[in-house]
């Protein structure tokens, strides 16, 4: 298997601000409100454009967060202002408990909304479990809708099981229900009006995303990339196109257009032509307890071993402040010094 470089962790004296300043803000006066948690690495498929064919060396059991562990540290979060708690992976649903872990985040005071962010395979068998559970809504990761191409790109032949976790997502009310895409070019660039035209007629929200740098293979070239230019080129053949006001945006990443006179819509995020971090709210948390301020970030600090050493709320809570104080203004992936992070996407979390 691939052997992926450790990340760069900071020690827990490294905190950077004053200790008695709250809230997850950084230098640049924007506060994270945004938790993304990846609650697994592991991942049930193989896209070409994340890992290797033979896949990736997981995280050893013991290295992981417990249930237990994990809610802590997403309740200090919540308690320092944070408002959403999205759930990613590696593959969320390949965490065993997750239905008891969606229940424990719902418990939380104040509530935060609880997302998830899937490939969808799976997903039909848990959807009402989730809902019941307190999940709010979730995102799809779905490139393609031709069986062959996403066959190709997977590595594994699952489209069918994606399509019934979309629409028991969206039978036990878990909308809107998101569809999240990559085009990429010479494989799916020429169809991103097909898959647009199929959510549209399913009543899902699609969004195209620019493929990052966040390959454990670290092949990502930028003049490979599909832009958010070119994927709006090519929609408005077929549809006419109106761009949403600005000020609807907020801190969203993605830029929403109304189809054929709405109400509909497809978003695109422009996630390295036309980066979106002067607005950013957010902050990770990966499943074997590192806080990340940024996806593309080379370092990030650990909670875990403090944490497991007895380490109080209000010290944990100082560690998280300091990492996102630390946060720099932008990702640089324009930059002629970028370097991206060691850990690939499926061990950040998206």
């Known amino acids: 298997m691939t052997r992926l470089p450790d990340p760069t962790v900071r020690p827990a004296n490294a905190i950077g601000r004053p200790a008695a300043a709250a809230g997850l803000r950084d230098q640049f006066g924007r506060v994270a409100r945004d938790l993304r948690v ?14 290797p064919a033979e896949g990736l060396p997981w ?17 200090l979060f919540v308690r320092d202002g944070v408002t959403q ?63 062959e191409t996403f066959t190709r790109l ?19 009310g878990l909308t809107p229900v998101k569809v999240n895409a990559v085009a990429m070019r010479g494989v799916n660039d020429q169809s991103v009006a097909d898959v647009l035209q199929w959510c549209l007629e399913r009543g899902y929200e699609l969004r195209f995303i620019e493929q990052m740098p966040l390959d454990a293979q670290h092949a990502w070239d930028r003049g490979d990339m599909v832009t958010a230019d070119e994927v709006r080129a090519t929609l408005s053949k077929r549809f006419s196109l109106t761009p ?30 036309a980066p979106f971090c002067g607005a950013c709210d957010r902050t990770r948390l ?6 990340r301020n940024c996806l593309f970030s080379r370092t990030e600090t650990d909670l875990r071993t403090p944490m497991r050493e007895g380490a109080s709320d209000d010290e944990l809570l100082d560690l998280m402040r300091g990492e996102m104080w630390r946060k720099r203004r932008g990702h640089g992936i324009g930059d002629p010094g970028f370097v991206q ?4 996407m499926s061990a950040i979390g998206g």
């Open 38 to 51: 990846s609650v697994t690495d592991r991942c049930n498929l193989r896209c070409t454009y994340c890992m």
């Open 59 to 75: 995280m050893p059991q013991a290295e992981m967060l417990s249930d237990e562990e994990m809610l802590r540290l997403i309740g």
């Open 85 to 147: 708690v999205r759930l990613t992976g590696g593959e969320p649903l390949l965490r065993r408990s997750l239905v008891d872990l969606v229940a424990g985040i719902a418990s939380l005071e104040p509530r935060p909304r609880i997302a998830m962010t899937t490939n969808g395979v799976g997903l039909d068998r848990i959807a009402h479990r989730l809902a019941a559970a307190g999940l709010d809504r979730v995102n799809v990761s779905l490139d393609t809708i031709d069986s």
């Open 154 to 172: 997977t590595r594994r032949d699952r489209l069918p099981d994606v399509e019934l976790g979309l629409k028991a997502a969206a039978d036990a």
């Open 244 to 273: 949403l006001p600005a000020v609807e945006r907020g801190s969203a990443p993605a830029e929403r257009f109304l189809v054929d006179g709405g109400p509909q819509t497809v978003g695109i995020i422009a996630s390295v032509t």
């Open 286 to 291: 990966t499943a074997d307890g590192q806080v």
């Open 341 to 344: 992070p060691d850990r690939p």
